[in-house]
Protein backbone atom coordinates (compact mmCIF):
# COMPACT_ATOMS: atom_id res chain seq x y z
CA UNK A 1 0.00 0.00 0.00
CA UNK A 2 1.16 3.21 -0.69
CA UNK A 3 1.87 4.99 3.00
CA UNK A 4 0.04 8.27 3.79
CA UNK A 5 2.46 11.24 4.02
CA UNK A 6 2.60 13.14 7.66
CA UNK A 7 0.80 15.84 6.22
CA UNK A 8 -2.04 13.35 4.99
CA UNK A 9 -2.06 15.12 1.34
CA UNK A 10 -4.25 12.90 -1.21
CA UNK A 11 -2.20 10.92 -3.44
CA UNK A 12 -3.12 10.53 -7.17
CA UNK A 13 -2.80 7.47 -9.03
CA UNK A 14 -4.14 6.67 -12.23
CA UNK A 15 -4.34 3.50 -14.31
CA UNK A 16 -4.27 3.67 -18.12
CA UNK A 17 -4.83 0.89 -20.44
CA UNK A 18 -2.33 0.71 -23.44
CA UNK A 19 -1.72 -1.68 -26.39
CA UNK A 20 1.60 -3.55 -26.20
CA UNK A 21 1.52 -5.51 -29.39
CA UNK A 22 -0.54 -6.22 -32.11
CA UNK A 23 -1.78 -10.07 -32.08
CA UNK A 24 -3.54 -12.08 -34.67
CA UNK A 25 -6.61 -10.21 -36.44
CA UNK A 26 -7.87 -7.66 -34.91
CA UNK A 27 -7.02 -8.32 -31.20
CA UNK A 28 -4.23 -6.63 -29.25
CA UNK A 29 -2.39 -7.71 -25.92
CA UNK A 30 -2.66 -5.01 -23.12
CA UNK A 31 -0.57 -3.96 -20.55
CA UNK A 32 -1.74 -1.86 -17.67
CA UNK A 33 0.45 1.29 -16.05
CA UNK A 34 0.34 3.13 -12.93
CA UNK A 35 1.20 6.99 -12.94
CA UNK A 36 2.15 7.52 -9.52
CA UNK A 37 3.08 11.65 -8.82
CA UNK A 38 6.86 12.63 -8.80
CA UNK A 39 6.63 13.33 -5.40
CA UNK A 40 5.66 10.16 -4.22
CA UNK A 41 8.46 8.14 -5.94
CA UNK A 42 10.88 10.55 -4.39
CA UNK A 43 9.33 10.15 -0.54
CA UNK A 44 9.72 6.44 -1.04
CA UNK A 45 13.03 6.91 -2.05
CA UNK A 46 11.90 4.96 -5.45
CA UNK A 47 14.25 5.12 -8.55
CA UNK A 48 13.34 4.08 -12.17
CA UNK A 49 14.37 0.57 -12.57
CA UNK A 50 13.40 -0.74 -8.44
CA UNK A 51 12.10 -3.66 -8.29
CA UNK A 52 8.62 -3.53 -6.91
CA UNK A 53 6.47 -6.85 -5.57
CA UNK A 54 2.61 -6.31 -5.48
CA UNK A 55 -0.14 -8.47 -3.87
CA UNK A 56 -3.60 -8.03 -3.24
CA UNK A 57 -4.97 -7.65 0.68
CA UNK A 58 -8.47 -7.85 1.14
CA UNK A 59 -9.14 -5.98 -2.39
CA UNK A 60 -6.45 -3.36 -1.86
CA UNK A 61 -4.15 -3.45 -4.19
CA UNK A 62 -0.54 -3.59 -2.15
CA UNK A 63 3.28 -3.06 -3.51
CA UNK A 64 6.56 -3.33 -1.74
CA UNK A 65 9.98 -3.02 -2.48
CA UNK A 66 11.21 -6.25 -3.40
CA UNK A 67 14.25 -8.09 -1.13
CA UNK A 68 17.20 -7.10 -2.95
CA UNK A 69 18.31 -11.28 -2.44
CA UNK A 70 15.03 -12.45 -4.27
CA UNK A 71 13.93 -11.50 -7.57
CA UNK A 72 11.44 -12.75 -9.41
CA UNK A 73 12.29 -15.58 -11.80
CA UNK A 74 11.36 -14.70 -15.68
CA UNK A 75 7.98 -16.15 -16.67
CA UNK A 76 9.36 -16.98 -19.79
CA UNK A 77 12.28 -19.37 -20.46
CA UNK A 78 13.78 -19.02 -23.94
CA UNK A 79 14.63 -22.40 -24.52
CA UNK A 80 16.36 -22.55 -27.90
CA UNK A 81 19.23 -19.98 -28.72
CA UNK A 82 20.71 -18.84 -31.94
CA UNK A 83 23.58 -16.92 -33.55
CA UNK A 84 22.38 -14.10 -35.22
CA UNK A 85 23.60 -15.83 -38.63
CA UNK A 86 21.05 -18.32 -38.45
CA UNK A 87 18.76 -15.77 -37.15
CA UNK A 88 18.98 -13.80 -40.73
CA UNK A 89 19.30 -17.21 -42.61
CA UNK A 90 15.42 -18.29 -41.21
CA UNK A 91 14.06 -14.57 -41.65
CA UNK A 92 15.38 -14.46 -45.44
CA UNK A 93 13.80 -17.72 -46.43
CA UNK A 94 10.62 -17.26 -44.82
CA UNK A 95 9.76 -14.05 -46.14
CA UNK A 96 11.54 -14.84 -49.45
CA UNK A 97 8.42 -15.36 -51.39
CA UNK A 98 5.73 -13.71 -49.12
CA UNK A 99 4.61 -10.95 -51.49
CA UNK A 100 2.45 -9.39 -49.01
CA UNK A 101 5.40 -9.63 -46.01
CA UNK A 102 4.25 -10.78 -42.40
CA UNK A 103 4.00 -9.50 -39.18
CA UNK A 104 6.35 -10.29 -36.28
CA UNK A 105 3.84 -12.36 -34.61
CA UNK A 106 3.41 -14.58 -37.84
CA UNK A 107 7.08 -14.93 -38.58
CA UNK A 108 7.44 -15.60 -35.22
CA UNK A 109 4.95 -18.38 -35.10
CA UNK A 110 6.42 -19.76 -38.61
CA UNK A 111 9.65 -20.13 -37.00
CA UNK A 112 8.24 -21.04 -33.39
CA UNK A 113 10.66 -19.03 -32.06
CA UNK A 114 10.43 -18.17 -27.62
CA UNK A 115 11.18 -14.42 -28.24
CA UNK A 116 7.85 -12.31 -28.04
CA UNK A 117 9.97 -8.99 -29.69
CA UNK A 118 12.55 -9.23 -31.76
CA UNK A 119 16.16 -7.78 -31.38
CA UNK A 120 16.45 -4.07 -32.29
CA UNK A 121 20.06 -4.54 -33.15
CA UNK A 122 19.62 -7.91 -35.00
CA UNK A 123 16.74 -6.15 -37.11
CA UNK A 124 18.66 -3.16 -37.67
CA UNK A 125 21.52 -5.32 -39.10
CA UNK A 126 18.95 -7.26 -41.13
CA UNK A 127 17.84 -3.85 -42.68
CA UNK A 128 21.36 -4.10 -43.89
CA UNK A 129 22.58 -7.58 -44.32
CA UNK A 130 19.08 -8.67 -46.54
CA UNK A 131 18.08 -6.00 -47.33
CA UNK A 132 14.55 -6.12 -44.86
CA UNK A 133 11.74 -3.50 -45.12
CA UNK A 134 9.46 -2.97 -42.08
CA UNK A 135 6.02 -0.80 -43.32
CA UNK A 136 3.62 0.12 -41.05
CA UNK A 137 0.21 -0.26 -42.47
CA UNK A 138 -3.38 1.90 -41.46
CA UNK A 139 -3.89 -0.31 -38.50
CA UNK A 140 -0.34 0.50 -37.16
CA UNK A 141 0.64 -2.82 -37.32
CA UNK A 142 3.99 -3.37 -39.00
CA UNK A 143 4.76 -6.04 -41.78
CA UNK A 144 8.02 -7.48 -42.62
CA UNK A 145 9.30 -7.74 -46.33
CA UNK A 146 12.48 -8.37 -48.36
CA UNK A 147 12.97 -8.28 -51.96
CA UNK A 148 12.45 -11.40 -54.29
CA UNK A 149 15.97 -12.51 -55.55
Same mark, same amino acid.
Given at each position: @???????????RVKLQKVKAYK??? &? $?????????????????????????? &?DSIESGHLRID????????????????? @?????? $???? %???????? &???????? $???? %???QVVPNNKWVRQ??????? @?????????????????
Amino acid at each position: @MIPFAKNKREYRVKLQKVKAYKLEG &N $RYQYKYLLTVPETTISELGWQEGTEL &NDSIESGHLRIDLAPSQSRKPKRRVITTK @MTYGEF $REKV %KETLQYQD &NGLSWSQI $RAKL %KLDQVVPNNKWVRQLEKDIGL @MRIKQKDNQIIWRVQHV
